[in-house]
């Protein structure tokens, strides 16, 4: 079990750009989610995957970000024509095949800073 | 709407006191409760979860939290803080059958004190 792997850890880029990132979930985890925390807040929903489908979007979710999960394996989360209000900590977890019973495990999450 | 409610943001502790953390959550059918910690610049670390049965719930690094449906709480407490526990703490919720996500308090930072 190696944990759940996000890169990059930090990423820095100017408005306007597009930019993406990537989860490894655990090998044996068929569920992936996506939260986004910014300073002072819990982390808070974006999306969902069971297996290659994505299942759940939250309304945060707007039409700039695309989550994907081609192989239901890893995932990735792109955010075109970044705002500066897209500056968070975008965090991946995954979860055993039989459920929430076994919690998620998070990985270290991605901070972006858009300047 | 699920909801979970971390009343206090800050918390100072001195090191070897107790500590109780507060979390009151509200959800219409019988809530999962989990407590989890971040510290600066991680991700978030599994402390213990409540699904049922026994409403004292042990976890790691020696913490425990007590279910209370009457006052809809799910407090953390450890008896005895050390400093590596000083951190951001968090409360959330889900449940149901399939459930897919987790609504999460906004923390509360623990400080420790020597």
């Known amino acids: 079990d190696t944990g759940v792997s996000q890169n990059p850890r930090h990423k820095i880029t100017k408005r306007g750009q597009n930019v993406t990132f990537r989860c490894d979930p655990i090998?044996?985890?068929?569920?992936l989610y996506w939260y986004r925390q910014t300073l002072g807040q819990g982390p808070e929903f974006l999306t969902y995957?069971?297996?290659?489908?994505?299942?759940?979007k939250s309304r945060l979710l707007s039409d700039r970000f695309s989550a994907e999960r081609p192989k239901g394996s890893f995932s990735t989360l792109e955010i075109q024509r970044t705002e500066q209000g897209d500056s968070a900590m975008y965090l991946c977890?995954?979860?055993?095949?039989?459920?929430?019973?076994?919690?998620?495990?998070f990985g270290s999450g991605t901070r972006l800073t858009v300047v | 709407a699920q909801s979970v409610t971390q009343p206090d943001i800050h918390i100072t502790v001195s090191e070897g006191a107790s500590l109780e953390l507060r979390c009151n959550y509200s959800?219409?059918?019988?809530?999962?409760l989990f407590w989890y910690v971040q510290s600066p610049g991680q991700g978030l670390q599994l402390l213990l979860k409540?699904?049922?049965?026994?409403?004292l719930v042990q976890g790691i690094k020696g913490f425990e939290a007590e279910f209370k449906r009457s006052q809809s709480s799910f407090n953390l407490r450890k008896p005895s803080v050390h400093w590596s526990d000083a951190a951001e703490y968090f409360c959330?919720?889900?449940?149901?059958?399939?459930?897919?996500?987790?609504?999460f308090g906004t923390g509360t930072r623990l400080l420790v004190s020597p």
């Open positions: 977890a995954s979860s055993h095949p039989r459920g929430h019973n076994y919690g998620y495990t």
């Open positions: 090998s044996e985890h068929n569920r």
């Open positions: 995957f069971q297996n290659e489908a994505q299942l759940e």
């Open positions: 959800y219409g059918a019988t809530p999962y």
């Open positions: 409540y699904f049922s049965g026994d409403t």
């Open positions: 959330a919720v889900g449940g149901g059958t399939g459930f897919q996500k987790l609504v």
